[in-house]
């Protein structure tokens, strides 16, 4: 069956070289990291730059426009107490969505923590053992591929409740084909390199050989496999609760938000455009690095 | 100009809703819709009230009917009825009343029916409304009787609301409905077309018999579309694509209103919303055990906060376990108001001063705010809870399995006026009796064995009055029901949840 | 080259026979079915009676044989909800799903290899990047989001489209776009990518020493190389836009298998999610199928492989 899912073309990667003059010259490099530090800075001091508990209800300050409903409309409740406005419980929504932040990078990190090493398990095993090995995991990526990743993981989660473990595990169990697939692709043009022929020769051991020689050098290809799978299931998380069966409340994921506020998108926008702003920042960070990553390992480059 | 007012002015400048609803009117067609489809047209083997009670009394007529600004029982296919005794019901049908298909409406379609339903080897879906009816026998070609197992009060809320009459061999020797004769019935609207899972299309009867008091078919057709996302039937009614839609999220009643050539309307209905307790032996212990912590959860809730600013117009707070207009629905309980102080010393007495974690079950098709509200109000006194949002199917396997320790629910009675409909489903060491109480299940089982009020009344009495002292459950407030619909569409909501179509018509 | 196509097949059918047994563990380990089936209200006793009637108390091993006999046989079982073969109930909602799977899966090549050639032709220029920026933008909006967005603009306000539904073709075109928005940045990078290499390949710079002109090139060797890779991707492509179905369908209210899924998940009508998946499995080996032959074909070197 076909293996070729990988939108990166493998035969571009080579060992990882990245000098800093090249990465700061990378425009997409650049802005991709920006934004995703930037993210990740917000939700790692989420205590310090909002002095709001993200669950503190206050059912008398429900759903209070953003601060510029008080510029442009002169709202009377819309001020700089609740910057963003307040949700349907009347929980600031700044502070939910700095706190979201960290839901939703933290699902999308495990969840590609686990594809990733599920994924490079297998990929490398394939790739460097070839033979029957790479055709009974040739066999287990095609089976993966053949299952939707939607409705089994709707299908998981709605059996197992949808705790953010689980939610966590069932992306992270069910998004590693890309990882694998190109994972072994890398690991047969490395095995065929002179050195690791050379440490073969001279006796080295297996585990060794895939640990000195081979790991770093499929390192680039993880690294842009894994922005696009860590983009990948964040989308995936709002599309399951969009659904219904996302992370459970309180707990403020982007994905969440935006799902709760879709019935909002006709007279209270706002509600579903923040989280959706957010979301798409998030997105298009973790791409636009991806994008740089892979540009920056490339022989040539493409500046 | 508030801010809402704004967005809703711009895009009530943009729609242009009144034109497309008056062409509808043109073509005399009521189109609705709602989040579940339909997957069986007939009344029983449906869970869903959109094919129970609509199709049930579209397509379908019960034998009585229930006037619903009255409260009496009119006659519809029965022209008479009486008790025999207290087991025995005897019905003497209507002369002139036609099926679809132009056969006249016997006896034997009436035993047919009840005999068909009553047999709990059919399955019909919710064997409640049935498992106290014995049998149904034919006196002679126009009178019926109907035999009870035992004495059962409200049986003629049953007759009245739920038990549509089908023709003799309706189900036919596969159980399939309508495989004999095709899905007929004598209501006001006969089947076009039934699509499972999506569309229903409905047409006038014209043979509908003079003198019902459901009253002749306003529209020439009704059509029903399932819509599972409750924005996309907002849009769909923005656009002149619906005439009527329900279930309205309450944040987007207020501003839908304000839209040209649309009506929203808040109603509140019989459902009523609970906190139920778990007072089982658990795995690891189980503090709801303590009467305390029930208490202290009681007093931490503000309920009156929650309906004013969560639940919204159409919604009552309630301290009684029950519906006021039920029968036996007792107000004079132990009362727990909000009291967070008072909560914490519970709590602490109870030797939570630190807190407590518990789950909490609800029902994940109602709005999940309510449930969050609840449960923050919990963590203001201390009290953390796992929330689980679930299916009713799901989350009443937790209950049946000691799975939880509270759930947050729901309960409609069907539209039964009746607290026999409600508390016996809950206390009587059914599945989702959490409490196991000797005394409520003895009382609730004795109340619905007889037919002598005060009898009824007393034990009623007995078992309220336990429930909210022992604080098996919390009440909380009724649903409110919001609907929306085309302005020039006339439509009344009643407390039963049950939209009569059949009175419903375009404003002249 | 039979040989091959053989080979290719019996692998097609153990894929199939691998997701059948994922899926029947899933749905019958994670879940009581007997307790679905029996439904609100229903006593111990009558989920007990249940387990028997059904004979959900043998071991899962024999019931997944019997289970998969009965597939053989196109026998599915009966759907817990709706009380009729599994088989009818998912294919009656097949036909939306397909054509809304293959009207968005056009408009996704019809907008991915234009933009992709283009973009390959001259990396760098406004076209690109433009290319690009459209591709991360469709990369970063979750379809539902872009759904909702597009029934407000599109259908509310300028009423151009119906809302909901799937009774005409008018009403598949919203959903269709939204769909083909969410598979044509992979389909439209992987032409670029592919058009680059291509491009920077020997017998293109030959051609060009040659004389020929660029139009030609183009057409007459680039292309084919660039597209030859897409070939399977594309197969890939349309069973994630068949994943991607269940939010779609959703919104959209159309009936197709996508929207039968969801609802069959809410309400542990397990049979019918097994059903579904093993259906879209079925179709994507058959698609992936189709696409290695058809590169083997214009391939011969991929069929020693």
């Known amino acids: ?303 | 100009m508030n801010f809402e007012g704004l967005i809703a002015g711009t895009i009530a400048g943009l729609v242009l809703a009144a034109g497309s609803a008056q062409a509808q009117q043109a073509e005399n067609k009521l189109r609705w819709s709602s989040t579940v489809s339909i997957t069986a047209p007939d009344p029983y083997y449906n869970f869903h009230r959109e094919a129970m009670i609509l199709n049930g009394q579209l397509v379908w007529d019960t034998l009585i009917y229930r006037n619903p600004q009255t409260g009496e029982y009119e006659p519809l296919l029965a022209t008479s009825w009486k008790w025999i005794d207290d087991v025995t019901l005897e019905f003497v049908l209507r002369e002139d009343v036609k099926f679809h298909d132009g056969r006249s409406l016997t006896s034997k379609d009436v035993v047919y029916t009840y005999n068909y339903i009553s047999d709990p080897a059919n399955k019909i879906n919710v064997q409640s409304n049935v498992n106290w009816i014995k049998n149904a026998e034919e006196i002679d070609e126009k009178t019926v009787r109907l035999n009870l197992k035992s004495a059962f009060p409200p049986a003629l809320e049953y007759v009245a609301s739920l038990h549509a009459i089908l023709p003799d061999g309706f189900f036919g020797n596969d159980g399939k409905a309508g495989s004999n004769g095709g899905l007929i019935g004598t209501g006001p609207y006969k089947f076009d077309e039934f699509v499972p899972g999506s569309t229903m299309q409905l047409s006038r009867w014209d043979g509908y018999f003079d003198g019902s008091p459901k009253g002749k078919p306003n529209f020439s057709e009704v059509e029903y579309r399932a819509i599972p996302d409750p924005s996309t039937q907002m849009a769909e009614l923005l656009s002149g694509g619906l005439d009527w839609i329900w279930y309205v999220p309450k944040d987007q009643a207020g501003p839908l209103s304000t839209m040209p050539g649309v009506v929203v309307n808040p109603a509140e209905t019989m459902r009523i919303s609970f906190l139920s307790y778990n007072v089982r032996d658990m795995e690891g212990g189980n503090p709801l055990q303590d009467i305390r912590v029930r208490q202290a959860i009681a007093h931490a809730i503000d309920r009156d906060t929650i309906v004013k600013q969560v639940v919204g117009q159409g919604s009552t707070a309630i301290t009684a376990p029950c519906f006021r207009t039920q029968f036996g629905c007792q107000q004079e309980v132990t009362q727990h108001p909000y009291d967070p102080e008072k909560a914490k010393a519970l709590l602490a007495e109870a030797g939570y001063a630190d807190g407590v974690t518990l789950d909490l079950v609800a029902n994940s098709s109602r709005d999940r705010a309510w449930v969050e509200s609840v449960a923050g109000y919990l963590s203001a006194v201390g009290i953390k809870t796992n929330v689980q949002l679930l299916q009713y199917a799901a989350a009443s396997e937790r209950m049946a399995s000691n799975r939880t320790h509270l759930f947050m629910g729901d309960w409609g009675s069907y539209g039964i006026n009746d607290v026999s409909a409600l508390l016996n489903n809950f206390f009587t060491f059914t599945p989702d009796d959490m409490a196991r109480d000797e005394t409520v299940s003895n009382a609730l089982k004795a109340a619905a064995a007889t037919i002598d009020k005060d009898t009824r009344i007393e034990n009623y009495d007995v078992a309220t009055k336990r429930i909210a002292e022992q604080v098996y459950w919390h009440p909380l407030w009724t649903n409110p029901t919001t609907y929306a619909h085309q302005a020039d569409l006339e439509f009344q909501a009643f407390p039963d949840e049950n939209p009569r179509f059949f009175q419903v018509k375009w404003k002249d | 080259m039979l040989v091959f196509a053989l080979k290719r097949f019996v692998v097609g059918i153990l894929v199939m026979l691998a997701v059948s047994t994922i899926t029947f563990t899933l749905t019958n380990v994670a879940a009581d079915p007997a307790r679905t089936i029996a439904g609100e209200g229903a006593s111990a006793a009558d989920v007990e009676a249940i387990r028997e009637a059904y004979g959900f108390d043998r071991p899962i091993i024999v019931r997944y044989g019997e289970w998969l006999g009965g597939a053989l046989r196109a026998d599915l079982g009966d759907s817990y909800r709706q009380r009729r073969p599994v088989v009818d109930v998912v294919m009656e909602r097949l036909p939306v799903t397909m054509s809304l799977g293959g009207l968005a899966f056009a408009i996704a090549i019809l907008a991915a290899i234009p933009l992709g050639i283009i973009a390959g032709l001259r990396p760098n220029s406004w076209i690109d990047r433009a290319s690009l920026t459209f591709a991360l933008i469709g990369q970063a909006m979750p379809t539902f989001w872009f759904a909702l967005l597009g029934i407000v603009v599109f259908s509310v306000t300028l009423k151009w489209l119906p809302v909901s539904g799937s009774s005409s073709l008018s009403h598949f075109v919203l959903p269709a776009v939204v769909l083909a928005y969410y598979a044509t940045p992979t389909l439209m990078r992987l032409t670029r990518a592919g058009m680059i290499e291509v491009m920077q390949s020997d017998y293109i710079r030959t051609a060009k020493a040659k004389g020929l002109r660029t139009g030609k090139i183009v057409l007459k060797h680039a292309l084919r190389n660039a597209i030859l890779p897409l070939v399977s991707v594309a197969a890939v492509q349309f069973g994630f836009m068949l994943g991607g179905s269940v939010v779609v369908e959703t919104i959209f209210a159309m009936r197709g298998v996508g929207y039968l899924a969801w609802e069959s998940i809410t309400y542990s009508d397990l049979p019918v999610v097994q059903a579904i998946v093993l259906t879209i499995a079925a179709i994507y080996v058959v698609l992936t199928l189709a696409a290695d032959i058809m590169n083997a074909w214009l391939d011969p070197r991929l069929r020693s492989n």
Not at chain 1, 15 to 42: E, T, W
Not at chain 1, 156 to 170: D, E, F, K, P, Y
Not at chain 1, 239 to 245: D, I, K, V
Request: with cysteine; proline share 6%; aromatic share 10%.
């Open chain 1, 1 to 303: 069956m076909s293996q070729a899912t990988s939108e990166a073309p493998v035969s571009t990667f080579a060992a990882p070289r990245f000098p800093i003059r090249r990465m700061l010259r990378h425009r997409s490099f650049v802005i991709g990291a920006a934004g995703l530090g930037l993210i990740v800075i917000l939700a790692a001091a989420a205590p310090l730059i909002t002095w709001h508990d993200p669950y503190a209800q206050d059912l008398m300050n429900r759903r209070i426009p953003p601060i510029w409903y008080a510029w442009f409309w002169d709202h009377p409740s819309a001020g700089w107490h609740h910057p963003l406005g307040t949700d349907n419980l009347g929980r600031d929504y700044w502070a939910r969505l700095v706190y979201g932040a960290r839901i939703s990078l933290l699902i999308g990190f495990s969840a590609t923590l686990v594809s990733g090493l599920i994924g490079t398990f297998l990929g490398v095993a394939a790739g460097y053992f070839g033979g029957r090995v790479d055709l009974v995991i040739s066999f287990i990526i095609t089976t993966r591929l053949a299952m939707p990743v939607i409705l089994v993981a709707l299908a998981t989660v709605a059996l197992l409740n949808s705790t953010l473990l689980v939610i966590t595990m069932v992306l992270g169990l069910l998004l590693w084909d890309r990882f694998a697939v190109v994972m072994r692709s890398a690991t047969m043009q490395a095995r065929s390199q002179e050195y690791v022929t050379a440490a073969k020769a001279i006796g080295c051991s297996t585990p060794r050989i895939i640990l000195t020689e081979i790991l770093p050098n499929v390192a680039a290809a993880f690294t842009v496999i894994a922005t696009i799978e860590m983009a990948t299931a964040v989308l995936y998380e709002a599309a399951l609760s969009f659904l219904g069966l996302g992370v459970q409340p309180p707990l403020p994921s982007w994905g969440l938000m935006l799902a709760e506020a879709k019935e909002d998108i006709f007279f209270s926008p706002w509600m579903i455009t923040l989280p959706g702003i957010a979301l798409f920042v998030l997105l298009l960070s973790i791409n636009l690095l991806g994008d740089g990553i892979r540009d920056l390992s490339a022989p040539g480059g493409r500046s």
